[in-house]
């Protein structure tokens, strides 16, 4: 008898395939709509494996829920959806999907970067609604980002490939990293420095540490108040990590320049949310990874982490031990 799973979001057909030649399937088959949490509690009551989403909050309840689990395979790199903890006791496998998106979020963050530098979206609006009457020397002038100074928190993968882009165009490069990375310093050309100074110092300020109760608000009013007049912050990593209300702030009070945000505290973010009504802060609704290679590797990535564990193998991406 196949062993079963539900999957908490409608999948490529080719995925799906690949999953039912090996499990018996229950999906829930809405692809733009989170499964609601009472169909997820009844769903997954006799099931020995998850599929699901950053968006799927798979916390002590679910997981204690489903007697028969052993495994909870997320399709994102980060975790902060599932309570690990609880999973853990439990002896159930958590899984994730790193490094298949490693590129195209750089892609993302370095495009981000570059939009908030030179009002790429302002720039489109004002020429769309019909305000382009002339030409003048400092008409939606930026920041230069060729030789300027970008500070990157957190060296891990994605950081490495964000500071290889930098590279292109010229960039000083400073990193912060819970520990140093001496072989990256030398093959990237990339400098260590403590937060405080990587603040004073940076022109771009880009977050790339992973999320946890550790780091929330790790960028705060303090740190912002660090930053130089024309500083840039860009995040792409979680919402949490940088204090909304502060940063909305020091925007309003010219504090610091602009930010450019793939990521919110709260997510979707309400299109009443404070920092949505400034010009100089560029919005993206978690796209980070969204190419459509890189979706069906990450699709792809997390079926086969259920397969493998389901089938008594070493699951390929652990979060837990």
């Known amino acids: 008898m196949k062993s079963s799973i539900f999957i908490t979001r409608k999948l490529p057909e080719a995925i799906v395939k690949s999953l039912e030649h090996h499990f ?20 997954i009551q006799d099931v020995e494996g998850i599929y699901c989403l950053l968006t799927d909050t798979i916390d002590e309840e679910v997981i204690k829920g ?16 599932i309570d690990i903890q609880a999973a853990e006791q439990q002896g159930i496998v958590v899984t994730n999907t790193p490094g298949v998106l490693t590129e195209t979020t750089a892609d993302l963050t370095f495009t981000l970067l570059m939009s908030t530098a030179r009002r790429i979206v302002e720039a489109s609006d004002y020429l769309r609604n019909g305000n382009w009457d002339t030409w003048s020397p400092m008409l939606l002038t930026g920041q230069e980002i060729h030789g300027s100074t970008l500070g990157i928190i957190g060296l891990g993968r994605i950081g490495e490939a964000v500071a290889k882009r930098a590279k292109g165009f010229g960039m000083n490069l400073l990193y912060y990293n819970r520990t140093r990375k001496f072989e990256k310093e030398e093959e990237i050309g990339i400098q260590y420095a403590d937060l405080d100074t990587l603040l004073k110092e940076s022109d771009f300020v880009c977050v790339m540490i992973p999320y946890s109760p550790k780091v929330h608000h790790f960028i705060g009013k303090d740190e ?9 912050v860009i995040n792409t990593s979680r919402g949490g990590i940088v204090d909304e209300e502060a940063l909305y702030e020091s925007l309003v009070n010219k504090q610091i320049w602009g930010a450019g945000l793939d990521v919110f505290e709260e997510e979707p973010v309400s299109t009443n949310h ?8 560029v919005t993206l609704p978690h796209i980070g990874s969204a190419s459509v290679n890189t979706r069906l590797k990450m699709a792809q990535l997390a079926a086969d982490n ?9 699951p390929l991406t652990p979060v837990n031990s």
Do not use: Q, Y
């Open 306 to 314: 259920i397969i493998h564990v389901l089938n008594d193998k070493s």
């Open 66 to 81: 489903a007697p028969n689990l052993k495994v909870i395979s997320n399709m994102a790199v980060g975790f902060n959806n």
């Open 24 to 43: 018996e399937i229950k999906m829930w088959e809405e692809e733009d709509t989170p499964v609601p949490r009472s169909v997820l509690l009844k769903e």
């Open 224 to 232: 912002l108040a660090l930053m130089k007049p024309n500083a840039i």
């Open 274 to 281: 404070p920092l949505l009504s400034l010009s100089n802060v």
